[in-house]
């Protein structure tokens, strides 16, 4: 199995958080399991800016997205049998399920049906307020508002840069997130998601998995294990997209047409 992982970073800026999901896709995943780390183009953000910056602005989240969807086509151009897209912004999610045959699955989304599976009420933790209130739209739009008791930012504020420091062990880190939890499950919550990639995996490598019997959910490693699950159902069963609704696939000319008038777009200099 090929799996085409996508990251809302330029993975070159943060070598120890590609490093970290590489290690972690080969422990949780099959051993005949091929994961291809991949992220936004270099240069798409200015040097020294955070990923997270651009969640606040709408436009530069739908550049970012535009590059994922189109990513999603070359996967399955080149014979990937699935896409994961490891960012809770869940970019481009419904945009390239539309556009391609293979499973594309995505973080939110996944992290939310399988807490569903272990708890009843959860709690979410995001790196700043523009990513939390995107969080709180799509946990309404994907129809597990009753199960969410509470959206946080992480406090102290930490950015990807400051996070992949945080790799190779930190008990101020770990112990910062303890408290941040345990506020979360006074608030009712009884599965703490880390909602951002570079968060969850800096707890995974400080080897934080609970407080208090409050499981601490591995975002990625159930990103990636739902992945292989669904591409599985897909040759054994024949589950596959549906083409009624939010996934209906444009007509092939539409969308030859469309895609020339946005590249002329993008291309055309001001």
């Known amino acids: 199995m090929r799996i085409w992982h996508q990251s809302y970073t330029d993975l070159t800026r943060l070598p120890g958080y590609a490093g970290m999901m590489a290690k972690h896709a080969s422990k949780v995943c099959d051993p005949t399991t091929q994961v291809d780390l991949h992220g936004i183009a270099p240069g798409s953000l200015p040097e020294g800016v955070p990923p997270v910056t651009s969640i606040g602005f709408r436009h530069a989240r739908q550049l970012i997205d535009l590059q994922i969807i189109e990513n999603a086509v070359i996967a399955e151009r080149e014979g990937y049998d699935a896409v994961a897209i490891s960012c809770f912004l869940d970019p481009g999610l419904e945009e390239a399920r539309s556009l391609v045959d293979i499973p594309v699955v995505s973080s939110c989304e996944a992290a939310l049906l399988m807490s569903s599976l272990v708890g009843r009420s959860f709690g979410l933790v995001a790196l700043d307020r523009a ?140």
């Open 131 to 270: 990513m939390a209130d995107h969080l709180r739209t799509l946990v309404a739009r994907y129809g597990f508002h009753a199960r969410v008791a509470t959206v946080e930012t992480l406090d102290p504020p930490m950015d990807e840069h400051q996070l992949d420091s945080a790799f190779a062990g930190s008990t101020a880190f770990v112990s910062g997130f303890e408290i941040q939890a345990r506020r979360l499950i006074a608030a009712g919550a009884d599965v703490i998601i880390p909602a951002e990639g570079v968060l969850n995996t800096a707890l995974v490598s400080n080897g934080v998995r609970q407080f208090d019997g409050v499981p601490v959910l591995d975002s990625y490693g159930t990103l990636l294990m739902l992945t292989e699950t669904i591409v599985r159902l897909r040759k054994k069963t024949g589950l596959d997209v549906s083409r009624v609704g939010a996934y209906a696939r444009p007509p092939a000319g539409m969308l030859s047409s469309l895609r020339g008038m946005a590249a002329q777009a993008l291309l055309r200099k001001t």
